[in-house]
C-alpha cells in the first residue's frame, strides 16, 4: 500500500480528529494518511500534531467544502495510485484497507470501491451514509443495500457479498488516482452532498465500474457537520440532486425526471409546511430556483459529460423508491 494515500478532509473538526484519527493511523500500515485542512478555526493542527506527528498536514485557505476542498487537496498529491477519502468522523479496525486495495488490484475496470458502513453509535447497524452500497431509483433518490430512506437495518451479514453498485459513499471512498484526475475530480459547484454520487455516475458513463467489498468495514459517526434538519444540507440535497440528474441521466430518464419530480419536490415542500418546518419548503423552493438559473450553463456540461458514454449504468433501480417505501418495502432485500 505504499502507493495509497487516505486523506482526511478537516474542517473545526479537532474533537472528531482526536477520537477517530488514533485508529486510522493505528490501522492504516503501509499507506500515508494526510489531513486536509479546509481553513478550520479551531486547534485542529494542534491535535493533530500531539496525537500523530506523522500524519501529513495539508491546510487550505478556507472552507472549499468537501468537494472543492478534496479537490485542492488531492491535486497537491502527486505519486499515489489510489486515494482513500475518509470522513475525519470514521473509526477502522485492523485490516479495513487492504480489502479495498485488493480489489482495484484485482479488478482493473473497477474506478472506486467502498467498504461496508456501520454506526458508531451503533455499530451493529447499518450507517445511513453508504450502508453496504449506494443506488438511486428512476428519479434520482439515493438509497443503500441495508439503507432505505430514514430505515437502517440491522446488520446480520445479509449484505456480506461483495458486488457492483451505483455509488461508494464519501464517508470512506476508495479510488483509482488516475480516473479520479481524469474525470475532473468532485463537481466543485456541490460543494457538499451528491458529489460522490455524480462522480460515480460519471465514473459509469466513462465505462468503469463502482463496487462495495464488505469484507472491509467502517464506523461512521454522521451528521457531524450539518445536522438532518438544517435547511442547508436540504437546499444542498435537492439542488445538487436536480444538478446531478441533468448533467448527467439518459434522454429517457431526464424526460421521465422532468415530468415527476416537480411534483415529488412539490409534495415535498408541502410536507415540510405541514411539520411547521417552513425553512426546509423554502430550501426546495431555492433549489429549483437555482437549478432553473443555471440550466444554460448545465447544458454545455451535459453535452461533455455525455459526448462519449460508454454505456449507462446497469444498476438504476427502474421503480421509485418512495413508493416502495409507502407499500411497506423498506429493506433492500424486498424492493425487488
Same mark, same amino acid.
Given at each position: 500500500m505504499a502507493n495509497t494515500a487516505v486523506v482526511i478532509l478537516n474542517y473545526n473538526g479537532a474533537e472528531h480528529l482526536r477520537r477517530f484519527l488514533p485508529s486510522v493511523v493505528m490501522h492504516?500500515? /503501509?499507506? =500515508?494518511?494526510?489531513?486536509? =485542512?479546509? @481553513?478550520?478555526? =479551531?486547534n485542529s493542527a494542534e491535535v493533530v500534531c500531539s496525537i500523530a506527528p506523522q500524519v501529513r498536514w495539508e491546510p487550505l485557505d478556507r472552507n472549499y467544502g468537501f468537494a472543492e476542498g478534496y479537490n485542492r487537496a488531492l491535486a497537491r498529491l502527486d505519486g499515489y495510485d489510489y486515494f482513500v477519502l475518509l470522513n475525519s468522523d470514521v473509526e477502522v479496525p485492523q485490516g479495513w484497507l487492504a480489502p479495498l486495495v485488493q480489489v482495484l488490484d484485482r479488478e482493473g475496470d473497477v474506478a472506486a470501491v467502498a467498504p461496508k458502513i456501520l454506526s458508531a453509535q451503533e455499530p451493529q447497524r447499518f450507517e445511513y451514509a453508504g450502508a453496504s452500497g449506494g443506488f438511486i431509483d428512476y428519479l434520482g433518490y439515493p438509497f443503500c443495500r441495508g439503507r432505505i430512506l430514514q430505515v437502517t437495518e440491522q446488520d446480520s451479514g445479509q449484505y456480506d457479498d461483495a458486488r457492483e453498485v451505483f455509488w461508494a459513499s464519501g464517508a470512506a471512498f476508495c479510488c483509482r488516482a488516475d480516473i479520479f484526475r481524469e474525470l475532473g475530480g468532485f463537481c466543485g459547484e456541490y460543494f457538499a452532498h451528491m458529489e460522490e454520487i455524480d462522480l460515480c455516475w460519471r465514473m459509469q458513463l466513462a465505462g468503469w465500474r463502482v463496487m462495495v467489498e464488505p469484507r472491509? $468495514?467502517?464506523? $461512521? &459517526? /454522521? @451528521? @457531524?457537520? &450539518? @445536522?438532518? =434538519?438544517?435547511? $442547508?444540507k436540504l437546499y444542498l440535497n435537492h439542488r445538487n440532486n436536480l444538478l446531478m440528474l441533468y448533467r448527467c441521466a439518459s434522454p429517457l430518464q431526464r424526460a421521465v425526471v422532468a415530468v415527476a419530480r416537480p411534483l415529488t419536490d412539490l409534495a415535498a415542500a408541502v410536507s415540510y409546511l405541514l411539520k411547521g418546518n417552513s425553512e426546509g419548503a423554502k430550501a426546495v423552493w431555492r433549489a429549483w430556483r437555482y437549478f432553473l438559473g443555471a440550466h444554460s450553463r448545465l447544458a454545455v456540461e451535459r453535452r461533455q459529460i455525455r459526448g462519449s458514454v460508454h454505456h449507462e449504468s446497469r444498476n438504476i433501480y427502474k421503480g421509485v423508491i418512495v413508493l416502495r417505501y409507502a407499500l411497506g418495502r423498506r429493506r433492500f432485500d424486498k424492493l425487488m
Open positions: 492504516s500500515a /503501509g499507506a =500515508d494518511i494526510v489531513v486536509a =485542512d479546509n @481553513g478550520s478555526t =479551531d472491509s $468495514h467502517v464506523w $461512521h &459517526l /454522521g @451528521g @457531524g457537520t &450539518l @445536522g438532518s =434538519d438544517s435547511p $442547508h
